[in-house]
């Protein structure tokens, strides 16, 4: 076993001395670091593309062996995939789409079909040294369509994958032409990972509504699996961070640093050149507070360093042009000779200087407008060790969610920052300490190593949880055993669920009608002599005996209120005078919740959601179970959450009482028992441990087999047969 982590950069720089020859340098980022101070007893390997093209044979091999000395495996990108596929789709069309910035969309059809290409290339590449029982994490959006790519192998392998942006609302992420394509190559992996549980909620929300999936909580259940969606915020390496004023060189840089700015106050920015950042309107929140704060003029500075990023692409160099207009504008209005109101550093800076940086500021301003969890915020406070500080930080940045301890802006507002700004500066040194001093705590214990074992422990447990819910798919071994118990059996009971087990469920119940191959092969199952066929639903009597009136079998309906023995129906359980009570509020919910509908039976009301909105139907459902709790309890009626269902139903009767009727006749040397439903494991609880219960479908169960859906139950009823 090992971890084989995909991402679309590996984490290095490669360099090129004079005569030739590569030297490896590992990078400093925050995924590198969280990675590598990760204790497992496992080989960790690194697949991604090395940032550089290689087209001379011989230079590459030389690259590849100075790689493999530290476990990393280049997937080498030309020019075109680079400006397609990096800079045209990841860029152009889903780093905005995901920040929430649809107008800077920029699509091109050839863009997607670089993604496909070289997501395709990725999985070819690490399929060369994945193998059976290996643990693969794959890294952000560049990546989507792998962690499917890799599940069509069929290896038995588990596969992670983690969202480092947001995950826009599913009213923005239906824009995308390739949703469900994307969508589903996520669903490749066994746990999808993300920041915040609310890009969590709006990635399950966009699986509900575009691949109408069932997902409870946090699983989405498909045809032979469970796939787990969770929050895991990232850290940093707190203590690099804490103890950096330690190293001389650091500590000279602080002093050095606070020496150049003067003896102000002094407002800290870091960001890399993107709209995303928020940079423009930040500095207009400072020239506002500059403006209608006299006072603080030549008392504080904003310290900007932006790093290059991209300033090749339109959209960046225009951004860039104007953030240098706007600083000279400000600095040129109100500088005097011995102060500067911004310092602008358009460069990338070593940890060193910025752990030098954050210690000496008074305030660091993190305000992206939208942002995946912004580790700058975190870096900060980590570095201030003891000393007072105050973080203002946008609500809009995943970190928002665990730092609220700071001031938190809304960073389209350039009024709220200039305010924030202003309560910031003036904040007494015991509550700045005090309060930076609980947001470390926060922070020192969520570090990014903290946050891998996190996914990775998680990641083990989805895997288990699957394997034993494989467990139960019945494999030919299985089948082998039950056909041949069937065989050498004299006396057989066949207890059968209809709907999600016979037939799929359709939008109109009334039209899952049973096709003329289900009444055939029922026929044929109940001429044999050796069984007794029952057909165990929660449909009313008249459908049944419509459907299945004319067949030698046993029917039972209303989950077992009614049944139907040598052509007479009997009854278990009296009909109900349905409260006016309880009739007013699940029609008053059906009249609120589009297409909805009402079911009344004589000893059950049901309440049909199979089509209505996912969103809307969560809020509907505890409105109506909160409803009906008192005026239920007061008459003994159960309330039961089935398959697209909320059912009123009599406690006297379930299909665990009717299944204990029809063994209290006879006794029997094979029973089977198939069902999809939450009504279905009171039979399956009923019945003795030698039975064969199947479950339909991914929830789990008492069952002690499951198939994933009706057509198999057919096919298995056939070989049942042959």
């Avoid at 989950?559 to 109900?576: C, N």
Wanted: glycine share 4%.
């Amino acid at each position: 076993m090992k971890l084989v982590i995909i991402s679309n950069r590996l984490p290095l720089k490669i360099s090129k001395d004079g005569n030739g020859r590569h030297s490896i340098v590992p990078s400093e980022g925050g995924l590198t670091t969280g990675l590598d101070s990760l204790k497992t007893s496992v080989g960790k390997y690194w697949v991604g593309w090395p940032g550089m093209y290689v087209e001379n044979p011989k230079e590459k091999e030389a690259i590849n062996q100075e790689l493999l000395k530290h476990n990393f495996y280049p997937v080498y990108l030309s020019p075109r995939q680079i400006e397609n596929f990096y800079e045209g789709y990841c860029n152009s069309v889903l780093w905005p789409l995901c920040h929430y910035f649809f107008s800077y969309i920029q699509y091109d059809n050839k863009y997607w079909e670089a993604y496909k290409e070289i997501n395709a290339l990725f999985c070819a590449e690490a399929l060369k040294i994945i193998e059976p029982d290996d643990i693969v994490w794959i890294q952000d959006y560049q990546l989507m369509l792998l962690p499917q790519m890799l599940r069509e192998n069929n290896l038995d392998i588990s596969i992670g994958y983690f969202h480092h942006i947001p995950f826009p609302s599913y009213e923005l992420f239906r824009t995308l032409s390739e949703r469900a394509d994307i969508l589903n190559g996520l669903l490749g992996a066994d746990l999808i990972g993300f920041h915040t549980h609310d890009y969590m909620r709006h990635f399950i929300s966009a699986v509900y509504r575009v691949l109408k999936l069932d997902c409870h909580l946090d699983e989405i259940y498909l045809e032979d699996r469970v796939v787990n969606v969770d929050a895991f915020p990232m850290g940093i390496n707190y203590d690099m961070f804490y103890n950096a004023l330690d190293n001389p060189r650091i500590s000279k840089k602080a002093q050095k640093f606070r020496s150049d700015f003067g003896d102000g106050k002094l407002i800290l920015s870091v960001d890399r050149l993107d709209y995303s950042k928020g940079i423009l309107i930040r500095l207009t929140s400072f020239m506002n507070f500059l403006e209608n704060n006299p006072r603080y003029r030549k008392n504080v500075s904003l310290v900007m360093i932006v790093a290059p990023s991209r300033d090749h692409v339109g959209k960046y160099a225009g951004l860039k042009d104007e953030i240098d207009k706007t600083v000279g504008a400000i600095n040129a209005k109100y500088r005097t000779m011995n102060w500067t109101p911004i310092y602008y550093f358009y460069r990338s800076y070593p940890f060193e200087d910025l752990a030098a940086f954050y210690h000496v500021s008074d305030i660091a301003l993190v305000t992206p407008l939208r942002d995946g969890m912004n580790l700058v915020a975190k870096e900060y406070l980590a570095a201030k060790r003891d000393q007072p500080g105050v973080l203002i930080l946008s609500e809009m940045a995943g970190a928002a969610n665990e730092l609220s301890d700071a001031i938190i802006v809304n960073p389209n507002n350039a009024r709220d920052m200039e305010n924030a700004i202003k309560q910031a500066l003036e904040m007494p040194v015991e509550e700045q300490i005090q309060t930076m001093s609980a947001l470390q705590e926060i922070v020192s214990v969520q570090t990014v190593s903290q946050w891998a074992k996190d996914f990775l422990d998680e990641l083990k447990s989805v895997k288990e949880k699957n394997r034993h819910l494989q467990r139960k798919n019945i494999i030919e071994p299985d089948f082998d055993d039950i056909k041949k118990a069937y065989n050498f059996s004299r006396n057989r009971l066949l207890i059968l669920d209809y709907d999600g087990t016979l037939v799929n469920f359709q939008d109109n119940p009334l039209k899952a009608t049973p096709p003329a191959g289900l009444l055939d092969l029922l026929e044929k199952l109940s001429c044999d002599s050796k069984n007794r066929i029952e057909i165990c639903s929660g449909r009313n009597k008249n459908i049944l005996e419509k459907w299945f009136g004319h067949l030698p079998i046993g029917l039972s309906a209303e989950h077992g209120v009614y049944f139907k023995e040598d052509g007479i129906w009997h009854q278990q359980a009296p009909k109900i005078e349905w409260d006016d009570e309880i009739l007013h509020i699940i029609m008053r919910i059906t009249k609120r919740t589009p297409k909805s509908r009402i079911e009344i039976k004589d000893t059950a009301i049901v309440w049909h959601y199979r089509n209505v909105d996912p969103w809307l139907v969560n809020m509907r459902i505890t409105q109506l179970i909160d409803a009906l709790i008192t005026p239920c309890s007061r008459s003994n009626l159960q309330i039961v959450k089935g398959n697209k269902i909320i059912e009123v139903k009599t406690s006297e009767v379930n299909k665990g009482i009717e299944t204990e009727r029809l063994l209290s006749e006879k006794k029997y040397d094979f029973i089977l028992a198939m069902g999809d439903d939450t009504t279905d494991e009171d039979m399956f609880r009923a019945l003795p441990a030698n039975a064969y219960t199947i479950k339909i479908g991914e929830h789990y169960t008492a069952a002690r087999y499951r198939l994933s859906e009706p057509v198999y139950v057919i096919e298995f009823l056939k070989k049942l047969l042959s």
